[in-house]
């Protein structure tokens, strides 16, 4: 039963990284897929190991493997969207948490909204102290917020249902072979 976990991981992680290059660049950010990965890995495996294929994932991209939209090192912590990317983990865990027993659509797309705005509570003020501090770039909370969320708001509802009609399909039947 661990194996099939660990194997599930890895995929997830896999998946996460493959997500980062389905894009669309937008000023400092892009459209992805990683958000879904991400959600589909916590639905899927739970808060643990959905979690656990989060940060396999960052670490592969810290480790220099070039998963990451714009390559990968531990200079990447220096990228303005680098917060994103350790929101994933958290998400990760909050929206396994959140499912663990319900995989109704309804349920499944607010547990995706709760790991939504867990990542836009890690990523949004990296993405601004990054800019302002780093990079010194005069933004207020407002434009960093419209760049790096509002803007995104709607393909993330369109990756939430994505994910709740998938979820409510897969998760009985891994679950019930777990």
């Not at 980062?20 to 000023?27: E, I, S």
């Not at 892009?30 to 656990?52: I, K």
Request: aromatic share 10%.
């Amino acid at each position: 039963m661990k194996t099939k976990k660990l194997i599930l991981t890895a995929l997830m992680a896999t998946l996460t990284a493959v997500g980062a290059f389905l894009r669309v660049p937008v000023g400092v950010s892009s459209f992805t897929l990683q958000f879904f990965f991400t959600a589909m890995a916590g639905v899927l495996l739970g808060p643990g190991y959905g979690a656990l294929s989060q940060l396999v994932y960052v670490l592969l991209g810290l480790i220099g493997l070039p998963v990451f939209t714009g390559g990968g090192g531990v200079s990447y912590v220096l990228q303005p969207t680098f917060g994103f990317l350790l929101g994933l983990i958290p998400s990760a865990a909050v929206i396994g948490a959140l499912t663990r027993k319900n995989f109704g659509f309804v349920h499944l797309a607010l547990a995706c909204c709760a790991g939504l705005a867990v990542l836009y509570l890690v990523g949004l003020p990296y993405l601004h102290g990054i800019c302002t501090l780093y990079l010194h770039k005069q933004r207020t909370i407002w434009e960093t917020m419209m760049g790096g969320m509002i803007i995104f708001l709607p393909w993330d509802a369109l990756k939430i249902v994505a994910v709740a009609l998938l979820g409510q399909r897969l998760c009985p039947l891994l679950r019930k072979s777990a």
